[in-house]
């Protein structure tokens, strides 16, 4: 996204404090979006946004080598996860 910024990128105001990127109050938005409404409304909206995600990825030409470097990270948080979940049950 194009408002993807970092501290670093961030503008700051009079008061020096910085400023939240305007990802962040979508995020905020989607939040609450999805805990007044049942998943039976929003589920398709975040499906649409998944899938397309997953098309756009698709298109990216990946030579072997660097699918299997992201597949061995992708293997590697998804092991830090569920350590973590299991050390921290809710």
Known sequence: ?????TSED????SNERFERPPRYEAVVRWAEYIRDHPPEV???QQNAVVNGQIESA???EV????RARIRAFADAELR???ERNESDPE
């Open 1 to 5: 996204m194009t408002d993807s910024r």
């Open 58 to 60: 698709r298109a990216v």
């Open 80 to 82: 830090r996860d569920e």
């Open 42 to 44: 929003w589920g398709r």
């Open 10 to 13: 961030a503008t700051t105001g």
């Open 63 to 66: 030579n072997a080598e660097d």
